[in-house]
């Protein structure tokens, strides 16, 4: 079972920045296209962008022109840069392939606040 582990969440400002991370247990980064997903309370959990092994990535509308993915191979790591941070991105934030189905990890809560 791969395992995945989601850090670099915590409490932010409005138009703050945080980065998050993801290394899973297995390296399978460069085989999966990978995405990144948050679940916002009383909410369904949503994908709000993916990245391919050759490196393109997408976005969901509510995240475009201020989340960027990217990855390194070498470290087995996904990273979602999010940046000019809403208080509507406030939710748990989780990695997983770009369909989904491996075991969720624990995610890391982001919190934009005032």
């Known amino acids: 079972q791969v395992q995945l582990v989601e850090s670099g969440g915590g409490l932010v400002q409005p138009g703050g920045s945080l980065r998050l991370s993801c290394a899973p247990s297995?390296?399978?980064?460069?085989?999966?296209?990978m995405g990144w997903y948050r679940q916002a309370p009383g909410k369904q959990r949503e994908l709000v962008a993916t990245i391919t092994p050759s490196g393109i990535t997408n976005y969901a509308d509510s995240v475009k022109g201020r989340f960027t993915t990217s990855r390194d191979n070498a470290k087995n790591t996904v990273y979602l840069q999010m940046n000019n941070l809403k208080p509507e991105d406030t939710a748990v934030y989780y990695c997983?392939?770009?369909?989904?189905?491996?075991?969720w990890g624990q995610g890391t809560q982001v919190t934009v606040s005032s």
């Open positions: 997983n392939t770009a369909h989904g189905f491996m075991n």
């Open positions: 297995r390296s399978i980064i460069s085989i999966y296209a």
